[in-house]
């Protein structure tokens, strides 16, 4: 008993030095978006928003975050409409081998990415397929299907069977049970999902060097400009837009999440949920 | 004419089976289900009930044999077509409507003007004794508030046959005594024939019309609660239903009327011909039953009716109302059970008092 405040004062000044670490690196990035210098050094020069204004007259960079937009946006909902089907008939359906196909399903979660990006490579190439978005987009769902199926997994098993019965006994049909019973009870877990496979694909870069054309996505056209020092600033100011909007997305996921737990009379904090 | 409806089949089991791989849950059920009565299925777990309702309801076939729902066969019929509707053991209340949306659910497909459904769905409310609280959600009500929200949502369909999958089981035991006769009730006014499935003997006694006692997939037997309780056609019936005393016993002789056993215990006495169930003759009769209650301990003073025999207290186990005496009789290993209704004056016996017990020989069950 006498050992317990001191170990809780490690256990603080562990968990300080720990968000320190992993979040320093993330505040340099406004600090020196802000800074008057193409240098990214200390001490500071002054504040300037000339950065940013660079941004909004760079068409390269408008190009690759359309494309960006249009990767990420095809990738979430498509690999969140793959993950929930084999989210719910992994949980509703007993099949043969259902424990390997849902183990391969899952595969690309341990897999290195490099070697996901060399073999689609390889195989596109054989096929004699020209890279393009469309590439970049298979490649992002490949990798992303295993993170919705793990969100959308403890929607379908929090849902209980017998109220998509219930519905089916009051005379609604399979499509209006889907509409007005299962899809609102799992909305929550869809919303994560979007926003997971968004987030992944928004800032994945191996997979869409490899894979794309000449429409770059945001974190290749980044990775292009890191070899111009002059551009570096610029970078930062993006970076700082960037964490501006994860965070935003963050916000609005939990929010409706927590709302609609709190509608079902759940604890918000205790079911399917990112924070 | 009342009786006359009554004793149309709603619906024909005819030699129901279901099996899962190798697990055999229903082998063979074939019953009737008058229109407007309330029956139960009663048995252990695992006999089958949940598998029976089910397929009554649509959500599953059986592998052979057929179900008839008001004249028309149901294969292939699904869920949403039959005019059947289920009370789910988990009451699968909608979580995320109101008690409104949840009652009217059905009713949406319907299309009503918005001031007639709003009238339904009150109406269904009030039924269940929940006027008024359409607007509010869901998961803040109860455990029986959402029993009568389930009950009103299947009865606003006015279907042929409300389906109960032991709707009282989750609740505590005061509310569940309330319930059972306020489904009862209900059950009357609305005319709607009721199918329930439950464990509870005395949920099913209390609350049937008629009771399918089921055992293995199978219905052991089928009757009023009354014919159930007194005449069961089985030991394992009898011990389901109640509690019994058994006793070996053999035939002896037959004349006018009368039949002579031998009975462990109790010695040689008549009972009528009329106790032997229809098919069984006297000389298969095996062993005979009493009930606690068919048996008195005569106590001091009192005078015993019928016959007699001498016996000791082995156990007595006081409620209150009734005391249940544990009663070792000569010539039988285990003791007996006999209860006894404490009425003012009567003495409460400590184990080990001399005492005779009474019975009358009308209220033997024979058995095979
Ligand atoms: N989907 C299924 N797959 C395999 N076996 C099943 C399935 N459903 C039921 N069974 C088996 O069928 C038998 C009957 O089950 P059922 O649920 O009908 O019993 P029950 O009488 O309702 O019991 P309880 O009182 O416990 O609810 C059991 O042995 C059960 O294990
Ligand atoms: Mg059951």
Redesign the interface.
């Known amino acids: 008993m006498a050992k317990g405040p001191k170990k809780l004062d490690w256990l603080r000044g562990y968990a300080s030095i720990y968000m320190v670490f992993l979040y320093a690196p993330v505040i340099l990035l406004p600090i020196f978006a802000f800074n008057n210098s193409t240098v990214i050094a200390f001490p500071l020069k002054g504040f300037t928003t000339e950065w940013f204004s660079s941004l909004m007259d760079n068409s390269a960079l408008h190009d690759a975050l359309g494309n960006s937009m249009i990767v990420a946006v095809s990738t979430a909902m498509i690999s969140t409409l793959l993950g929930a089907f084999a989210a719910r008939a992994g949980v509703r359906y007993r099949f043969p081998a259902k424990r390997g196909i849902m183990g391969l399903i899952l595969l690309p979660l341990v897999l290195p990415e490099i070697i996901i990006a060399v073999s689609l490579l390889v195989l596109l190439m054989r096929l004699g397929m020209s890279l393009s978005l469309w590439t970049v987009i298979a490649g992002h769902v490949l990798v992303c299907v295993p993170f919705s199926i793990a969100v959308l997994n403890s929607a379908f098993a929090g849902l209980?069977q017998?109220?998509e019965?219930?519905?089916?006994?009051?005379?609604?049909?399979s499509w209006?049970t889907f509409k007005?019973?299962t899809f609102?009870?799992i909305l929550p877990g869809v919303i994560s999902s979007l926003l997971i496979t968004f987030t992944i694909s928004l800032d994945e870069f191996i997979i869409a060097f490899f894979l794309t054309g000449t429409d770059v996505t945001l974190p290749v056209y980044i990775w292009s400009q890191l070899r111009f020092p002059a551009k570096l600033p610029g970078v930062m100011a993006l970076g700082t837009l960037l964490l501006l909007l994860s965070i935003t997305l963050l916000i609005v996921a939990e929010f409706f999440r927590r709302r609609?737990a709190q509608?079902?009379?759940?604890d918000a904090s205790t079911t399917e949920g990112l924070i | 004419m009342t009786a006359a409806k009554a004793e149309k089949p709603i619906i024909t089991l005819d030699g129901v089976t279901r099996s899962f791989g190798s697990v055999q849950a229903l082998r063979g059920v074939s019953a009737e289900i008058r229109e407007g009565e309330f029956f139960s299925l009663l048995g252990p777990s695992g006999c089958g009930k949940t598998t029976l309702l089910r397929m009554i309801a649509g959500f599953d076939e059986p592998t052979t044999g057929t179900i008839t729902l008001d004249g028309k066969p149901m294969a292939g019929i699904a869920a949403n077509h039959r005019p059947t509707n289920m009370v789910f053991q988990s009451y699968a209340i909608f979580p995320h409507l109101s008690v409104a949306d949840n009652v009217g659910y059905g009713l949406k497909k319907k299309r009503l003007p918005k001031a007639e459904y709003d009238r339904e769905v009150e109406e269904a409310l009030k039924m269940v004794s929940l006027g008024g609280y359409g607007p509010r959600a869901a998961h803040t009500l109860s455990g029986g508030q959402r029993q009568r929200v389930a009950l009103a949502r299947a009865l606003i369909m006015r279907p042929k046959v409300i389906l109960l999958d032991e709707p009282l089981s989750a609740l505590d035991k005061k509310l569940r005594e309330q319930m059972q006769i306020e489904l009862r009730r209900l059950q009357r006014s609305v005319g709607i024939t009721f199918i329930l499935v439950t464990h509870d003997q005395e949920e099913a006694l209390i609350m049937s019309d008629r009771i399918a006692v089921m055992f293995d997939g199978q219905i052991a037997q089928l009757d009023s609660p009354e014919a159930l309780y007194r005449k069961p056609n089985t030991q394992r019936v009898a011990s389901f239903i109640g509690v019994m005393n058994f006793l070996d016993a053999k035939a002896v002789g037959e004349k006018g009327g009368k039949i002579t056993l031998d009975i462990q215990a109790l010695g040689t006495l008549d009972i009528p011909a009329s106790a032997l169930p229809e098919g069984m003759r006297p000389s298969e009769i095996s062993r005979v039953g009493v009930r606690p209650e068919m048996m008195s301990v005569v106590m001091d003073g009192a005078k015993g009716s019928g016959h007699e025999i001498a016996a000791e207290i082995a156990e007595s186990e006081y409620y209150g109302d009734m005391t249940y005496y544990l009663v070792s009789l000569p010539g039988k290993d285990e003791p007996v059970t006999i209860s006894m209704r404490n009425t003012a004056g009567r003495a409460v016996l400590e184990p080990g008092s001399k005492t005779r017990v009474s019975f009358s020989p009308e209220s033997i069950v024979v058995f095979r």
């Open positions: 209980d017998s109220l019965e219930a519905s089916f006994d009051l005379g609604e049909t209006g007005r019973v609102p009870l609609s509608r079902r009379g759940l």
